[in-house]
């Protein structure tokens, strides 16, 4: 409301340049400072000249600004900046926070996409080797006999055993 940081306000008041005074609420006790002390010590400032920070460089060109008057305030605002509520702006920030949270989600889970599909191809082939060094092993006389003769179509049985195995090789050397 006066254009004055909190922080300085509270140096303000604890320095007593400017009256204050500490008041009970709900929430605990608040600093409470004069508006018009605020004015005053305003006032005496512009009168004083500030001495200059030495830690800051001096500035040899200074951007000029056109200044309009803003309607509603009677204040000087830079043209082509727009006044913004401050619960607005606050509002704006946290969703531009929950949108970067929500990338950096999104990234994750292609990464672990990625990883899963390396996994299964692994498996894939480990399989296909599995299921080749069955067959050598085979001999002619091992063959597996014709679906019809064994109940089974096609060989399933040893087929999923051979899955099973593969895919507990696999966990354990994934394991340890």
Request: glycine share 6%.
């Amino acid at each position: 409301m006066t254009g004055i940081s909190s922080t300085t306000l509270k140096k303000l008041a604890r320095g007593k340049d400017i009256p204050s005074h500490l008041e009970k609420t709900e929430d605990g006790f608040l600093r409470i400072v004069s508006l018009e002390g605020i004015r005053r010590w305003n006032e005496q400032g512009d009168e004083e000249e500030a001495p200059l920070d030495s830690s800051k460089e001096p500035v040899d060109e200074v951007e000029e600004v056109d200044l309009t008057e803003d309607a509603s305030e009677g204040t000087k605002v830079p043209e082509g900046t727009m006044l913004v509520p401050l619960d607005a702006w606050n509002k704006m920030l946290n969703q531009l926070g929950n949108l970067h949270e929500a990338g950096q989600q999104l990234a994750e889970a292609r990464e672990r996409a990625a990883k899963a599909e390396t996994e299964a191809q692994f498996l894939k082939e480990r399989l296909r080797d599995l299921r080749q060094q069955l067959e050598e092993q085979r001999s002619p006389s091992e063959q597996p006999a014709k679906p019809e003769e064994t109940g089974s179509p096609s060989g399933f049985s040893s087929t999923t055993s051979l899955v099973r195995k593969a895919y507990r090789d696999w966990r354990k050397n994934r394991r340890g």
